[in-house]
């Protein structure tokens, strides 16, 4: 590990556990935003961390930004941090200095028509489960200009909001605009010609998803401890003990995989694209948050079902990011096909040049 | 808390160069290996590739000189993935060259290790292990073979199971009782070096349910064995062992052994779309990275001279749990029943995997102990 990803997980293990506990992830489901986190969260600059430096930020890499990522994965933290980082990144990647504030992204459904009048462009349609779109002040759009991909940024407070909410009920809101004038229209660079914004959402969902199920892990591991049956701790029964071993491996192997697509993400002139590396880390994190989940609630028993506790805070959320941005037969597909198209005998070959 | 950690290593800078050698080396000799041999992977036994491989300096290279070329171990690993991805037949010195080595540069006397290490080097001797007996599978720590003293050696008597190309090898690394009882468990246990050639050795081989005689039965009757031949310290073998068994349990022989059974199912899609294939090829491929990079991480930090005994079990067990998908899922997307004598390759490969992979998950220790392993180093037990 480097040296700044040490004190990146460091920070934000102490931030993260500081500002969230089940009373603000109640209450944040209930559609109140926790506006003192957000302003922590803000000021400790982790919103700007991966943004270049020229634009006021930390110019972080990726592989050092998985820490953030992570973290904020690990304890559930209930405000559009990752959202804000990735779309200020991209602005700052396509040297757009990013606006304070929050900014969401939309990237995985129809893209809006940019429209042209009077040297003006407009923008008229609606976007489908944006991540806390009613408390986003901005928000960073796929959009079309004639048959050319752009992306807009828009003012969300522009938009008419109706709410909805995921699994975890984390704000996914539906945003209309109405001839709403685009702050910014950007187009893409060479670089992430063959990496959209979707790329970078999976790949920041599979990150999360990696600290969720060490999460899970760890809670885990000292329920086990504490809850006895049979007069004795139920760790100390091998069937508990395989499934958390499991557990463990599955841990170990999100955790990596999303960092194999975090390094790659730092190499964004690579003409190949980074697909095949988030495909892999959204496949495998998608998978290992599944069996994390239920492991997790059977090694809990019934109170794990309860409101009151705490793990379903953390359960729900990896359902949820594991379906979001592509499941994983989504990007599966699109791995295979590339795998099959590339021939077998090429495989291996190919598997090693990429790292 | 972290339960443990693994964190992504980057390959030196000029791997490459060493990666294309070994490529072309494998292309030049062994360029018509057929397609089903491929898939016999780690076990298939050729002495004759392994001493040129043995030539090229490929053997032992992370050892100090003059036994080797103290190459870093993730030079290592840029060989002997090579080797098994293009499914080279490595068995011959591969138990010497993984482990036995390892272990008699770690514990071994300077004679043990001028007399033995040139040969694993060299792909000339090669080295079995003799740890299983007919009543001890798991509980390693029950055997019975013992030793006696007897003037300036030891007399074994007993008997090992399972013993992996015992019929072949130059000599065993034996896990025996050199004093107590076996109610002692670990206390009184040595490790012994056996040339297979002494006397009062019967060597028995078994034919495992696919036909192929690889493992063995070895019986020792009243077996002279000179003290110069006990690794590191008498009683101590319980220790050696377990550092033993870390070598074994996380490079990429741990995922890999059904390699060439996923690229013949990759080419049966050749030029078609098949949705389910899509997937399914997908998701393997996935696996394959992660596991790859988890393998790399701990000789990473096996280079540091570090034990990452629980790492490297988590990469055994997701990797044979990877390797035993691959013949379920070929299963599954291709409607065939393989013929074994003129099936194609893809059936033929098919037909060897679906048999061997039963064993990867009892090798080296089974699913069920590393677990129960993980679950200590989890702080469970
Ligand atoms: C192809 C092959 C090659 C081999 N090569 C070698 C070799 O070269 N040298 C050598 O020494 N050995 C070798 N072995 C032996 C191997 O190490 C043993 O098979 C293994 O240690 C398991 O022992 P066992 O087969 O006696 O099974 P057992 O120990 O009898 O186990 C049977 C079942 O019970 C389970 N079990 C046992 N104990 C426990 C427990 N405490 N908790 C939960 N479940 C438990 C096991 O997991 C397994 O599922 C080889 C085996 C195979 C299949």
Known sequence: ?355 | MQAFNLDLCDLPPGVDVLREEVRSFLFETLGSYSKPNRARSWSAFDADFSGRLGDRGWLGMTWPEPYGSSRSALERYIVIEELLAFGAPVAAHWIGERQSGPLLLRFGSDKQQEKLLPGIASGKSFFCIGMSEPNSGSDLASINTHAKRDNDGWVVNGQKIWTTYAQKCHYMIALVRTSGSVKDRHDGLSQLIINLRDPGITISPIRNMIGDKEFNEVKFDNVFVSDSMLVGEEGNGWQQVIAELAFERSGPDRFLSAYRLMVELIRMFHKTEDKHAEVAIGRLTAHLVTLRQMSLAVAAVLETGEQPTIEATVIKDLGVAFEQLIPEIAHDLINVAPNILHGSDYEKSLAYIQQACVSFSLRGGTTEILRSVIARGLGLR
């Not at chain 1, 003012?155 to 984390?170: F, L, P, Q, R, Y």
């Not at chain 1, 880390?281 to 409101?307: M, N, P, W, Y």
């Open chain 1, 1 to 355: 590990m480097t040296e700044i990803s040490k004190t990146l997980a460091e920070t934000c293990d102490r931030l993260f556990s500081n500002l969230i506990n089940n009373d603000v992830l109640r209450e944040t489901e209930l559609a109140v935003w926790p506006d003192p986190i957000w302003q922590q969260i803000e000021e400790n600059g982790l919103t700007f961390a991966m943004v270049n430096e020229n634009h006021g930020g930390s110019g972080i890499k990726w592989i050092d930004c998985f820490q953030i990522i992570y973290w904020s994965g690990y304890y559930s933290v209930p405000v559009p941090l990752v959202e804000t980082m990735v779309s200020s990144w991209f602005l700052s990647q396509h040297n757009q200095a990013p606006p304070k504030g929050v900014i969401t992204f939309f990237c995985d459904g129809k893209p809006l028509d940019l429209i042209e009048s009077n040297n003006s462009y407009k923008i008229s349609g609606i976007i489908e489960r944006i991540p806390w779109g009613a408390s986003a002040d901005y928000v960073l759009a796929e959009a079309y200009n004639s048959n050319k991909q752009v992306y807009v940024l828009l003012d969300a407070k522009k938009s008419k909001i109706v709410k909805d909410k995921n699994i975890s009920g984390e704000s996914r809101d539906s945003m209309t605009f109405d001839k709403a004038s685009p702050m910014t229209v950007i187009d893409i660079s060479d670089a992430f010609r063959s990496n959209s914004l979707l790329v970078y959402a999976a790949l920041a969902r599979s990150v999360q998803m990696s600290g969720g199920i060490s999460a899970i892990l760890d809670n885990c591991i000292s329920y086990s401890r504490e809850r006895e049956q049979f007069g004795q701790p139920i760790a100390k029964f091998q069937a508990i003990q395989h499934q958390l071993a499991i557990l463990a491996a599955e841990a170990a192997a999100a955790k990596i995989a999303s960092q194999i697509a975090c390094r790659a993400a730092d190499l964004i002139d690579v003409s190949s694209g980074l697909e095949f590396e988030v495909a892999t880390a959204k496949i495998r994190a998608g998978e290992s948050a599944g069996l994390a989940a239920s492991i997790g609630h059977q090694v809990h028993g019934a109170i794990g079902f309860t409101d009151e506790y705490s793990l379903h805070y953390i359960t729900r959320r990896l359902w949820s990011w594991r379906s979001e941005y592509g499941s994983e037969s989504y990007w599966a597909r699109r791995m295979g096909k590339e795998v099959i198209a590339g021939g077998a005998d090429n495989l291996w070959a190919d598997i090693t040049a990429r790292l």
